[in-house]
């Protein structure tokens, strides 16, 4: 009869081996869950226009006055809590918020709601963490909501 350590050992080896070998071969964030059409990393790069056909890299580059911002406030978000509301608590000035990042090499196009939510259709968002995640899940209800009316449909779980 084997030893129970070693099939023990031996099963947790081999989980790992397959979730390693899954976790490289297979990308569940840029692929659409039915299979169908592009991924999103293509369609992230065709978002993006390269100036003379080199590599666009996101997260090189500087920040840059824009004038068409605030894309939405406190006041015109209800999904911002009144505690967090810093033109209310202290914030005096509504410079900081005339910024947008500009990328070396490309331009980032500005934020469209409903090519965003066809992009995700059919798709699982989460975010997972702590204030900050909250903050990012707060600032994409406020981009998702220009233009619609409040419904109030949202689901926010602990």
């Known amino acids: 009869m084997p030893n129970p350590r070693i099939v023990a050992k031996s099963f947790v080896a081999l ?17 659409r869950r039915d299979g169908a059409g592009e991924g999103l990393e293509d369609t992230v ?42 033109m209310k608590y202290g914030r005096p ?9 500009q990328p070396d090499g490309c331009d980032l196009p500005v934020f469209e709601p409903y090519r965003f939510l066809d992009m995700v259709r059919n798709k699982s968002l989460a975010f997972v ?5 909250r903050n990012h899940m707060q600032s994409l209800i406020c981009l998702l909501s220009r233009g619609s009316e409040n419904n109030g449909q949202w689901n926010e779980a602990y």
């Not at 500087?62 to 605030?70: H, I, T």
């Open 45 to 86: 790069m065709k978002m993006t226009e390269v100036e003379g056909g080199g590599d666009c890299d996101v997260f090189a580059g500087e920040w840059v006055p824009n004038p068409e911002a605030p894309y939405y406030t406190n006041a015109t978000c209800w999904a911002i809590h009144e505690h967090q509301n810093c």
């Open 15 to 31: 989980t790992l081996l397959l979730l390693f070998l899954s976790a490289t071969t297979w990308d569940p964030f840029f692929r």
């Open 93 to 101: 000035d509504e410079g900081f918020m005339k910024w947008r990042w």
């Open 129 to 133: 963490g702590d204030s900050v995640g």
